[in-house]
């Protein structure tokens, strides 16, 4: 079975600051490894996803991640946040027996000052 | 391109009572899976529909059922509600639901049971 730990679930920044949400993984097999966001009164966004080869993946909105297989770490960076990056972030895993069955995390609220 | 369609958006509902909420892929979409989202659970995956057949299944009571038609759209039915099933059911849609196929999200149907 696998399980994601979004170790903050709140996260202050202030406009034009770089950010990191933290994702961990659990899983026996090899995953695929994807971050989405969630605007207010929306459903989710894909933002970025590793399936495999480079480690560094590069999304949309200026966000990226770095996939860590030996910290089983999957970590979403922005170099300068604005006001419009405020939402819910989610990170997700699945497998190939189950390609569309994703497991979120509980989710890292990011929270944007002026 | 029209996104994921879902109705109704807002449904109030007794204890008790049964529920069926729709979903609309975009189209040329053939894979059309559904999640749970609770302030206390998250995120959780409830089954996915390819070709009019249920491909996977999540942890959740024989309560909660769905379908998928010819035409690929979908419907999921709860019987006998709980408050517990109080959520917002969020169904996604991909071309053909393998490996690296992105999952769009549709905006919600948002149950409430009193």
């Known amino acids: 079975a696998q399980s994601v730990t979004q170790l903050d679930s709140q996260v202050p920044v202030f406009e034009e600051a770089p950010v990191e949400l933290r994702c961990n993984y659990s899983?026996?097999?090899?995953?695929?490894l994807f971050w989405y966001v969630q605007y207010p009164n929306q459903g989710l966004q894909l933002l970025l996803k590793?399936?495999?080869?480079?480690?560094l993946v590069k999304g949309i909105n200026g966000f990226e991640a770095e996939f860590n297989k030996s910290q089983t770490s999957f970590h979403l960076r922005k170099p300068s946040v604005h006001i419009s990056d405020t939402a819910e972030y989610f990170c997700?895993?699945?497998?190939?027996?189950?390609?569309?069955?994703?497991?979120f995390g509980q989710g890292t609220r990011l929270t944007i000052n002026p | 391109k029209a996104g994921v369609t879902q109705t109704p958006r807002y449904l109030i509902k007794t204890r008790g009572q049964q529920v069926t909420l729709s979903c609309s892929p975009i189209?040329?979409?053939?894979?059309v899976s559904w999640y749970q989202q609770t302030p206390g659970q998250g995120l959780q995956f409830l089954f996915e529909?390819?070709?009019?057949?249920?491909?996977n299944k999540g942890n959740f009571p024989g309560r909660f059922s769905g379908r998928q038609f010819s035409n690929s759209r979908s419907e999921m039915n709860v019987s006998t509600l709980e408050l517990g099933d109080s959520a917002l059911y969020l169904c996604?849609?991909?071309?053909?639901?393998?490996?690296?196929?992105?999952?769009?999200f549709g905006p919600g149907t948002r149950l409430t049971v009193t």
């Open positions: 996604a849609s991909s071309l053909l639901g393998g490996v690296g196929d992105e999952q769009y």
């Open positions: 899983s026996s097999v090899s995953v695929y």
């Open positions: 590793y399936l495999s080869g480079s480690t």
């Open positions: 997700a895993v699945s497998d190939f027996q189950g390609a569309q069955k994703l497991v």
């Open positions: 189209s040329g979409h053939r894979s």
């Open positions: 529909y390819f070709s009019e057949t249920q491909r």
